[in-house]
C-alpha cells in the first residue's frame, strides 16, 4: 500500500488495529521509517509491519507484513493503546471546524460511537490543552485564551501604556469569566516613551509574520538616537497586517507614545500601510507630520525588477547622500 507521507501512514496503520481489535506497539520510528509489531509478539503472534519512504516513487510504502494477527485479546477493554490524541484529532477534526469550542464530553461521545471505546482521563485532559492550542492551519484561525489575571500581571512589568482586545471565551453556550479570547494588543515601556523625547523626530514602522504556534502580525515602531541606533519604542500584535488593524495601532501610537509634532514616519510602499495614514481617523499628514519611503525598501523593489546589485547599491548611496544633505 502507499500513501503520501509518514502521517498517513501511520494513520492507517492505527485504523486498521483499532477497528479489528488489535493492538501494536512501535519498534523504530525515523524520518525515512517505520517498524512496529504485535503487542503479544513475544507471546506467539508473528505480526511484523515494515513501512518506509521509496524516493523512486516519492511515496511511504508499506514494504512487508511478516504475518497476519494470531493473537486474541482475553480481556475486555474501555480504551485502546493505539487511540491516541493524534489519532483522535484526525477523527474529529470535521467537529473541530465545525464548532472549535464543542465540550470535550461531546468529542468522546463521538470516538466511543465511532470505534466503541473511550478515551482515558489522560487523553480528555490532552485534548482540552489541545482544543486550546492551534490545531494546525487548515483549521484557520484559532484563539489564544489568556486569563485575566495573565493579563494585569503582564500590565505591570514597567508598561506605561497596554491597550488589548479580548472577546468573552465560551464553551458550547456557557461563559468563562475566568479567560478571555486574545485578539489585539498594544504596549510600550515606559523608558522607551521617555527617552523617544531624546530622539530624533523619526519614527520608522514594519511588520512580520508570526510563524510560530499562534499566527498573526508583529507591528514594531522603532526610532533612531544620536548615535543612528535602534531604539525601541512600541510594538502590537494583530491578526493581520491591513488597514483596519494599522489604524488602530497609529491611533495609540501617536497618543501614547509621540503625541509631539513634527514627526517623520518612515515606513515600506506598502498599500494598507499608506491608507491607514491617509484615512480621517489617523490623518498623519499635516500638523507636521511627514511620511517617507524607506529607501532600503524602494532599492530592494528596485533589484527585483532590474536584477543589477551594483545599481542597487548606488540606489542606497544616493538616499543616503540626499538625507545628508537635508539633515545640514
Known amino acids: 500500500m502507499n ?3 509518514k502521517e498517513a501512514t501511520l494513520v492507517a496503520i492505527k485504523q486498521y488495529h483499532i477497528t ?3 493492538k501494536f506497539v512501535v519498534v523504530e520510528s525515523k524520518t525515512d521509517r517505520y517498524v512496529a509489531r504485535c503487542i503479544d509478539y513475544n ?4 505480526w511484523r509491519l515494515r513501512a518506509s519512504f521509496s524516493k523512486i516513487r516519492d511515496t511511504w510504502e508499506i514494504k512487508k507484513i511478516e504475518a497476519p494477527h494470531t493473537c486474541l485479546s482475553t480481556t475486555l477493554s474501555d480504551d485502546h493503546v493505539n487511540l491516541d490524541s493524534n489519532q483522535i484529532a484526525i477523527v474529529v477534526v470535521n467537529s473541530i471546524k465545525a464548532n472549535s469550542f464543542i465540550p470535550v464530553k461531546s468529542l468522546i461521545t463521538k470516538i466511543k460511537s465511532g470505534y466503541g471505546y473511550s478515551v482515558t482521563y489522560k487523553k480528555k485532559h490532552g485534548w482540552q490543552n489541545k482544543r486550546r492550542l ?14 485575566q489575571d495573565g493579563c494585569r500581571r503582564f500590565k505591570k512589568v514597567s508598561l506605561r501604556q497596554l491597550s488589548n482586545i479580548t472577546r468573552p471565551f465560551v464553551i ?10 486574545f485578539e489585539r494588543v498594544f504596549w510600550a515601556f515606559k523608558p522607551c516613551i521617555d527617552g523617544f523625547n531624546y530622539c530624533k523626530s523619526i519614527v520608522q514602522v514594519d511588520g512580520t509574520f508570526l510563524t510560530g504556534k499562534y499566527h498573526g502580525t508583529l507591528l514594531t515602531a522603532i526610532g533612531q538616537d544620536g548615535n543612528r541606533k535602534i531604539f525601541l519604542l512600541a510594538f502590537t500584535i494583530v491578526e493581520g497586517e491591513i488597514k483596519e488593524t494599522l489604524i488602530w495601532f497609529f491611533l495609540r501610537l501617536r497618543s501614547h507614545v509621540m503625541p509631539k ?14 491608507s491607514a495614514l491617509k484615512s480621517p481617523e489617523v490623518a498623519w499628514e499635516g500638523h507636521g507630520l511627514l511620511s517617507i519611503y524607506c529607501i532600503r525598501h524602494i532599492a530592494s523593489n528596485f533589484n527585483k525588477k532590474f536584477k543589477n546589485a551594483e ?4 540606489l542606497i548611496n544616493m538616499g543616503i547622500y540626499l538625507n545628508l ?4
Open 43 to 46: 507471546n506467539g503472534c508473528q
Open 311 to 314: 545599481a542597487k547599491r548606488q
Open 172 to 181: 458550547g453556550d456557557v461563559q468563562d469569566n475566568s479567560c478571555n479570547i
Open 261 to 274: 509634532q513634527n514627526i517623520c514616519m518612515i515606513t515600506d510602499r506598502g498599500k494598507a500601510i499608506l
Open 3 to 5: 500513501f503520501p507521507n
Open 325 to 328: 544633505i537635508h539633515l545640514y
Open 134 to 147: 492551534p490545531w494546525n492551519s487548515a483549521i484557520g484561525t484559532n484563539p489564544i485564551i489568556i486569563s
Open 20 to 22: 479489528k481489535g488489535f
